[in-house]
């Protein structure tokens, strides 16, 4: 039976004998061993004898089921499963946080038998496993996608915009959307620029480690953004993950000032040329910079700029990098350019005659540096005055990521080469930074 999560016919008739569903509290006794722990779902592949539990620590083990094998219930779960109910109206009311699920780690399983991660749990299994968020807030779950992040494109951006602007409108004090983390800060980005003046949070979480694999940071994640959610003073497009790779605590990163820069530690992300906003731990949430955009008090004040255009090219600068790539966009129509550059904003020196062609076109070409710290400085050396001369916009200390969502975001409202040029020189969500705070 599906609502089994994969488990044997066996094992199947004996949950069902003892009244056990998934998320129950129960024991296991097996060669005069007890094991106590939450029933986890299973995924459909692996050895279906065997019972996953999650234990208090937070680890998950699996148990190998035979006929000695005892299974007894100690405690209903007062999560989704054995609450359905109550979940179902979670989905149609007005909380105070909407948790908005789009897919990513975070709602997904393993695959034991080939070790990959694909998504499954729904937002109320989320809910479900993290029962702690509705004693910090009332919580609206909330449906949307159930992709991996690298599916993600702008056409989703802008929906996930206009679901959070919903969600403002009808009540919620912060949204929360759970995202795969390969690609979280650039949709953090961009709803940062997308909604603006709303009247709490955007706040994006993931995992790197699935919710049913052990040690998996999902848990503290999800919570640590609930808290965000509910009591940060700042209403920014921001990331909670954890801030180290123990379950201690999570950092509150600006979503335009964040880059993942692990593939697969718990502290994948870090705040780029700025300091975090807030550290999540022990349940209190602690500010760590003052320069935050406040909450408004009316969710009529809302800005809603939900639209990107996809024509934008970011190209990364290397040695022996071919400058044709650039006169290629300008045949391919696209309507702005990227420049990943090195060090200060430099290019090869063939690639500036193509530079200022693609700008003669009508086409803005941003450079920005593929340095994780510091900013670009087009006046030091030649070649950086070079560009400037040739039409290029420097984009200060911007990354990579947020200069290209925020190009895709201006020319969605403006092609006019110098209102384009003004508007990504302004400061919208201190994604610049007049001065290197780092």
């Given at each position: 039976?599906?609502?089994?999560g994969?488990?044997?016919?066996?094992?199947?008739?004996?949950?069902?004998?003892?009244?056990?569903?998934?998320?129950?509290k129960i024991?296991?006794?097996?060669?005069?061993k007890?094991?106590?722990?939450l029933?986890?779902?299973?995924?459909?592949?692996?050895?279906?004898?065997?019972i996953?539990?999650?234990?208090?620590n937070?680890?998950?083990?699996?148990?190998?089921?035979?006929?000695?094998?005892?299974?007894?219930?100690?405690e209903?779960s007062?999560?989704?499963?054995?609450?359905?109910t109550?979940?179902d109206?979670?989905?149609?009311?007005t909380?105070?946080?909407?948790?908005?699920n789009?897919?990513g780690t975070?709602?997904?399983?393993v695959?034991?038998?080939?070790?990959?991660?694909?998504?499954?749990f729904?937002?109320?299994?989320?809910y479900?496993?993290?029962?702690?968020?509705k004693?910090?807030?009332?919580?609206?779950?909330?449906p949307?996608?159930?992709?991996?992040?690298?599916?993600?494109?702008?056409k989703?951006?802008?929906?996930?915009?206009?679901?959070?602007?919903?969600?403002?409108?009808?009540?919620?004090?912060?949204?929360v959307f759970?995202?795969g983390?390969?690609?979280?800060?650039f949709?953090?980005?961009a709803?940062?620029?997308?909604?603006?003046?709303?009247?709490?949070p955007?706040v994006?979480v993931?995992?790197?480690?699935?919710?049913?694999?052990?040690?998996s940071d999902a848990?503290?994640?999800?919570l640590?953004?609930?808290?965000?959610?509910?009591k940060a003073?700042?209403?920014?497009?921001?990331?909670?993950?954890?801030?180290?790779?123990?379950?201690?605590?999570?950092?509150?990163?600006?979503?335009v000032?964040?880059?993942?820069?692990?593939?697969?530690?718990?502290?994948?992300?870090?705040?780029?040329?700025?300091?975090?906003?807030?550290?999540?731990?022990n349940?209190?949430?602690?500010?760590?910079?003052d320069?935050y955009v406040?909450?408004?008090?009316?969710?009529?004040?809302?800005?809603l700029k939900?639209?990107?255009?996809?024509?934008?090219?970011?190209?990364?600068?290397?040695?022996?990098?071919?400058?044709?790539?650039?006169?290629w966009?300008?045949?391919?129509?696209?309507?702005?350019?990227v420049?990943?550059?090195?060090?200060?904003g430099?290019?090869?020196?063939?690639?500036?005659?193509?530079?200022?062609?693609?700008?003669?076109?009508?086409i803005?070409?941003?450079?920005?540096?593929?340095?994780?710290w510091?900013?670009?400085?087009?006046?030091?050396?030649?070649?950086g005055?070079?560009?400037?001369?040739?039409g290029?916009?420097?984009?200060e200390?911007?990354t990579p990521?947020?200069?290209?969502?925020?190009?895709?975001?201006?020319?969605?409202?403006?092609?006019?080469?110098?209102?384009?040029r003004?508007?990504?020189?302004?400061?919208?969500v201190?994604?610049?930074?007049?001065?290197l705070?780092l």
């Amino acid at each position: 039976m599906e609502k089994y999560g994969g488990y044997s016919q066996e094992i199947i008739e004996v949950l069902e004998k003892e009244g056990i569903e998934i998320y129950d509290k129960i024991k296991i006794i097996k060669n005069g061993k007890e094991y106590v722990g939450l029933l986890m779902p299973r995924p459909f592949y692996g050895d279906p004898c065997c019972i996953v539990i999650k234990l208090s620590n937070g680890y998950n083990i699996g148990v190998a089921f035979n006929e000695k094998t005892k299974v007894i219930l100690l405690e209903k779960s007062t999560g989704t499963r054995s609450r359905a109910t109550e979940v179902d109206e979670l989905e149609k009311s007005t909380g105070e946080v909407a948790i908005v699920n789009t897919g990513g780690t975070i709602s997904s399983k393993v695959d034991y038998l080939t070790g990959a991660v694909y998504p499954a749990f729904s937002t109320k299994d989320l809910y479900g496993m993290v029962p702690e968020i509705k004693n910090i807030a009332s919580i609206r779950a909330r449906p949307l996608f159930n992709i991996l992040s690298e599916d993600m494109t702008p056409k989703h951006w802008e929906i996930m915009a206009k679901v959070a602007c919903e969600e403002f409108k009808k009540g919620a004090i912060g949204v929360v959307f759970t995202h795969g983390t390969d690609t979280m800060h650039f949709s953090a980005a961009a709803l940062a620029f997308a909604v603006q003046r709303a009247s709490g949070p955007i706040v994006f979480v993931g995992a790197q480690r699935s919710p049913d694999r052990p040690s998996s940071d999902a848990f503290l994640n999800l919570l640590s953004a609930v808290i965000t959610a509910k009591k940060a003073p700042f209403a920014e497009s921001v990331i909670v993950m954890h801030g180290e790779s123990s379950d201690t605590y999570c950092y509150v990163h600006r979503g335009v000032k964040s880059r993942k820069l692990h593939t697969s530690r718990r502290d994948a992300f870090k705040s780029v040329n700025d300091v975090p906003l807030a550290k999540v731990e022990n349940g209190k949430i602690i500010i760590l910079n003052d320069r935050y955009v406040p909450r408004e008090e009316k969710p009529d004040n809302i800005s809603l700029k939900a639209k990107f255009d996809e024509k934008v090219l970011l190209v990364k600068v290397y040695p022996g990098c071919n400058p044709e790539i650039i006169r290629w966009a300008i045949d391919c129509k696209y309507h702005g350019i990227v420049l990943e550059a090195t060090g200060l904003g430099h290019v090869p020196q063939p690639m500036v005659k193509y530079v200022e062609e693609a700008v003669s076109e009508g086409i803005p070409v941003a450079v920005t540096s593929q340095c994780i710290w510091g900013r670009v400085n087009l006046n030091v050396y030649r070649r950086g005055v070079e560009l400037i001369k040739a039409g290029a916009i420097p984009c200060e200390d911007m990354t990579p990521e947020t200069a290209l969502v925020k190009l895709m975001w201006i020319l969605a409202q403006t092609r006019e080469l110098e209102e384009v040029r003004e508007l990504m020189l302004k400061n919208f969500v201190y994604e610049i930074n007049e001065r290197l705070l780092l």
